[in-house]
Structures are given as C-alpha cells and as structure tokens.
C-alpha cells in the first residue's frame, strides 16, 4: 500500500487534536449533557469521512478507512494527544453505532425478500454449520497449543470467539460493492443469522459449563440447550412467517394517514419492534432488524404518497449512524499491545485458524455457478460479536482468574481486527477476479 495512509495519519492526529481539548472542556464545563455527545459526534463522523475518502481514492472500500482511522482516534495518546479516550466508553455514542447497525442490516433486509432467501436455504444452513464447527475445532486446538497448562475453559472461549461472525461488517462491503442483491450475498446474510444463533448456543454451553465448575448455576443440560434451540428458531420462523402475512394489512393501515413521513416512521417502528423482540428472546437486535426488512416488500408500499421510495429515506439514515459504529470499534484495538511478541505470536495463529476456519464453509455452497470463495471471505469477520465473546470471557472468573487473561484477550482483539480489516480487500478482490 502506498505511503498515503501513513501520511493521511499524521495529518488526522493533527485535526484532531483541537477537537480532543474541546470534547475534554465540554466533558468539565457547564455546556450541558449534549456537549460532549456533539464533540464525540464532530470527532467520529469528521474521521469516518477522512478514511473513507482516502480508501476509496486508493480503491478499497470506505469501512475500512473507516476502522482504521479509528485506530488512530483510539491511539492518540501514544503521540501526546489526549482528550478522546472518553469516546471508547460514552454511552450515547455507542447507543447511536449500535442503532446504526440495527438500521443496516434492515436496509441490507429490505434488498431481499423471503422468497430468495428461501431459495439459498440449504447453502446458508450448510455454510452456517460447517462456519461454525471448523473455527471452533481449530481454535480449541490452537489454544491448547498455545496454553496448555491453563484451563480448558480458556480454550473452549477461544474456540468460541472464533466461530462468530459479524454479519454488519460483511453487509456493508457488500453494500460498498454493490453486490448486496447478488445470491452470494443472500447465502452469506442467511448464513450470518443462523451463525449467530449456533454462536448463542455455544455461548451458553460454555457459560454454563463454567457456572456449573464455580457452583454458581446449574451447569449444562440437554433441556437447557433444546430450550435456546427451540427459542432462537422460533423466533425467527415465526417473525418471517406472522410478519410476511401481517406487514401488507399492517402497511396499508398506515397508508391511510394524512401526516408527513408516515412511510419511514412505520417503516423505522416495524424495524424496532422486530429488533426488541429479538433481544427479549436472547438474540442479537440485528437478527430482528434484518427479519423487519425481509418481510417489507416492494408491492406493500403502493398505498404510501411519498414521492420518495422507502430505501433512498433510509439511506441518509443510515450513512449519518454507521460511521460511528466502525469507527468506534476502531478505536478499541490498543496499539501498545502490537509489542508483547507472545500476543503477537498468538494472535497470528488464531487470526490463521479463523481465516482457514471460515474458508471451509465455502464448501457448504450447493447451488452451481456460485462464488463460493467470496462466500468464505465474507463470512471471515468477527466484529463485534467477536468482542462481545471476548468480553464475557474476560469478564467470567473461575478459581479466582478471568477466564481468558489480559494476554489472551489482548491477542483475540488483534485477531477480531485482522479479520475485519482483510475483509473488504478480499471481497474486493473474489468479485473482481470473477468478473
């Protein structure tokens, strides 16, 4: 890569500067709740345009411009700029990234249609399994490897954070490309859901097992785990099939108002709902959100007098909030962690076992013609379901310890990271070489 980013680094720690005394004044002054959330706001959305005009002036796509020049946010204090760690941690900020995903993934919804989804059913429940089951076996191993004397809860973690996949970063390449309506994007989405359900079920069979070894729950059983199974499926068969039948009568009613932007309220309202429901059940809110957008179709938004169509009033929605999302999660990775060669060592490892890991469920792909490599690649990036696994295993402690240790987190946030930022490239370059 050219000399462009190392540049376009030291001009940004420069920009930023100001702004970190600013948003640090805000935090200590009388300027009221808003002040530092418009700062943060400033900050975050001024670096997420910054990076994504310099990548994709390099050809890349802009998300990663904008997770990297998140990196440099979040590493300013190694060049004596302080005043920004409060971003990493505010609230409001992380509530406005995280409702920026739940609007993409029902943008990414609303390009398909339970029909095509239907049709790649097969493939996404083969590429979801083996997507699964290989990183989980592979980083077992790797951990062990690694760790031997530690214990096989910390490898059982590993393992897991390895099997997730973070469907927001995939759908926004994907959308960058232009090849979210294509039927390997269908296979890939599909795929993500169930991942995330096969994540939730390996979650709790590892949580339990730990809760089970300290006497603080009653461990892992076979009707705990049929009782998330029956759950996660439920939920998301019966909010496809009730909302498939429900949402024309449901959108028609709202056609019949007189008010302004009745179409995205009811739109925004139905994805909400979708997202909340998923959360009381135990899911992810992404997985209600994309469900919201499958179940909308074009031909049930005839009755709505807008001029506009629903996609082009999402859109600035979605372009203003999911900036915030990557460039925030940009910011977590530590830089000064880049100097323990035992992390390092680790990190290339696993980050290896999740790139191999990944490309088996390629295999999954039954329909013919397919690409089935950019099916492997975009199922590769942990995101943020990597980080919320880490997390809780750092979190949990067993005999007086975290189960995965300052080391070993440090070295799975490398690893998350890696496989978010080869992504895009890759992607790129498994559509191009096809065409």
């Keep these: 890569m050219s000399r462009r980013p190392i540049i376009a680094a030291a001009v940004a720690g420069g920009l930023f500067a100001p702004l970190a005394v600013s948003y640090a004044d805000a935090g200590a002054g009388h300027a009221g709740a808003a002040a530092p959330v418009l700062i943060g706001l400033i900050v975050l959305l001024l670096a997420a345009k910054l990076g994504g005009d310099l990548f994709e002036r390099l050809g ?14 979040g590493n300013l204090p190694l060049v004596g700029i302080v005043g920004l760690d409060h971003l990493k941690s505010d609230h409001a900020l992380e509530l406005l990234g995280e409702l920026g995903v739940i609007l993409l993934l029902f943008e990414v919804g609303l390009e398909s249609n339970v029909r095509e989804m239907v049709g790649v059913g097969a493939s996404a429940l083969a590429v979801a399994v083996l997507g699964v089951v290989a990183p989980m076996l592979l980083g077992v191993g790797v951990s062990r490897w690694f760790h031997p004397a530690d214990s096989f809860h910390l490898h059982l973690f590993v393992g897991a954070t390895l099997c997730a996949t973070s469907v927001g970063i995939t759908a926004r390449v994907l959308q960058d490309l232009g090849r979210s309506r294509g039927p390997e994007a269908r296979i890939i989405l599909g795929a993500a859901v169930i991942d995330d359900v096969l994540g939730l079920i390996i979650l709790a069979t590892v949580t339990g097992l730990i809760a089970a070894d300290v006497g603080s729950g009653p461990g892992v059983s076979v009707g705990l785990i049929a009782g998330i199974v029956a759950k996660a499926f439920t939920f998301i068969a019966g909010s496809v099939t009730v909302g498939y039948y429900c949402s ?6 709202a056609a019949r108002a007189r008010v302004q932007g009745m179409l995205l309220t009811t739109a925004l309202l139905m994805c909400f709902a979708f ?31 807008s001029a506009t169509k629903l996609d082009d009033l999402l859109h600035p929605l979605v372009t203003f909030l999911v900036p915030v999302f990557f460039v925030r999660m940009g910011m977590l990775v530590e830089l000064r962690q880049f100097g323990d060669l035992t992390v390092i060592g680790f990190a290339a490892v696993i980050t290896l076992a999740a790139l191999i890991g990944k490309q088996v469920c390629a295999l999954g792909v039954t329909q013919r013609g397919l690409n089935r490599i950019a099916v492997g690649f975009g199922m590769i990036p942990r995101g943020e379901v990597g980080l919320i696994f880490a997390n809780i295993g750092a979190e949990m402690t067993l005999g ?36």
């Design 400 to 435: 007086g310890r975290p189960v995965i240790g300052p080391e070993e987190f440090s070295a799975t946030v490398i690893m998350v990271m890696a496989t978010t930022l080869v992504t895009p490239p890759l992607l790129r370059w498994s559509f191009t070489r096809r065409s």
């Design 248 to 253: 024309p009568p449901v959108l028609r009613l």
């Design 60 to 73: 890349q796509p802009a998300v990663l411009g904008e997770l990297l020049f998140g990196v440099i946010l």
């Design 275 to 305: 997202a909340y429901a998923a959360q009381l059940v135990g899911l992810a809110p992404i997985v209600g959100a994309f469900a919201a957008g499958l179940i909308i179709e074009e031909d049930h938004l005839a009755g709505f007098r």
